[in-house]
């Protein structure tokens, strides 16, 4: 090396050191990590149309995710978060999945008899019914690639901003106060499936959310983005949740509205745990209720525009929108105790319908998980779900619908084997 470019060098080194410096200290503020769970294991379903079922399934205990997260320190109390959480089917790859029970439609709506209609009209239902089975009854039908989670946000020291897909305000309260915590065929929300009980998750959302102390509660609203009005399916929801020493308590409330602006889905939810002896008593409580049904306002324009009379077609969607109406009660109450690597949890939950329809239902049975180590667990869950009258619910899993029994008041019983591990 000459002394000319000896002295270039010497020259280069502080702006190198400079620009090293300035790079660690970026890595520094900045964190962006890669998580996941793998959940897969082996069901035995009884009480179902195919008989009894037993498969690979993915998502026992929980829905089998991966996705990334992020925080960015800017100073002074303040933080930038983002997270993009995906979901996978362990025993297919596929991104969506569908009930054990297929595409088979509740016994309320499958045939004109159930919809006090026509019996000359039994085409049209069948139409309408292959439509709902393949549109509805699954998760994540069309294959989103962030179906669970998708939002950016602010922290700040006086609360937090959130943009993007995210849970519910209500459905984090029954999530927090479900005996099993929405896991496996033993969740109080298995009894709320068909037709979908719960807005889990909302798209297009704002949310503010605080925690203070034992304090956390949010806000969110839901942008409709359908129609020409704001109120078209538009959401709005709220929680407040309040932990101390042995106990928690908590109230949380969602409301959507329909494609037309009608008030839909709304749902209000309390509860609580505390610790008693070695272990945790949990206690829920929420009421359901949908008297203007979604995604149903353009059903009769739609046959009328393939044929059907315009007559014929509104009695049509006359029927969906009484049958496919919600009211009704859930009520889940538990116990859970850890031990070393054990884990046992017992459950009990009981649908009270209000409705006509009367699809009674309630579920009862045990939990166990063997902790292999903190990221690996074995499972094993034993349920049964007694469809009392017009009851149809069959056990699935946390990542997938069990979905219909044979028939309304068919029993079923789920029997289920697993492996989670979590990365």
Known sequence: MTPRMRHRMLQLTPVAAVAALAAASAHAQQNVQLYGLVDAGITHVTGLRQGSVTQLASGIMEGSRWGLKGTEDLGGGYKAIFTLE?????????????????????????????????????????????????????????????????????????????????????????????AMQTQSALAAGQLAAIPAGFDIRVSNALQYRIQTGGITASLMYGFGETGGSSGNSRFVGLMGMYKGDGYAVGMGYNTRNNEVGQKSLTTTTVGGWVNVGPGKLSAVYSRHKDDHPSNLSTLAATLTAGGVPAPA???????????????????????????????????????????????????????????????????????????????????????????????????????????????
């Open 86 to 178: 995906s979901r996978f089917e362990v025993d297919t790859g596929s991104l969506s999945n569908r009930p054990i029970s297929g595409t088979q439609v509740p016994d309320r709506i499958a045939t004109p008899a159930a919809l006090n209609l026509p019996a000359a009209l039994a085409p049209v239902v069948n139409q309408v019914n292959a439509n709902i089975a393949n549109g509805t009854l699954g998760v994540n039908l069309n294959n989103n690639q962030f179906d669970r989670q998708a939002y950016v946000g602010l922290i700040t020291p006086v609360g937090a901003v959130l943009a993007g897909r995210m849970y519910t305000p209500d459905y984090e309260v029954s999530a927090e106060f479900d």
């Open 313 to 423: 077609a509104a009695a049509v969607q006359a029927a969906y929108m009484n049958a496919l109406k919600q009211r009704f009660d859930l009520f889940n109450i538990g116990y859970r105790i850890t031990s070393g690597p054990h884990t046992v949890t017992v459950a009990y939950t009981n649908r009270n319908e209000k409705t006509s329809y009367d699809a009674d239902a309630r579920s009862y049975g045990v939990a166990y998980t063997y902790a292999l180590s903190k990221r690996t667990d074995l499972n094993a869950v034993v349920v049964r779900f007694d469809n009392r009258k017009n009851g149809q619910a069959a056990p699935g899993g946390n990542g997938y619908l069990g979905g219909v029994t044979r028939s309304a008041g068919t029993d079923s019983t789920g029997i289920a084997l697993g492996i989670r591990h979590r990365f």
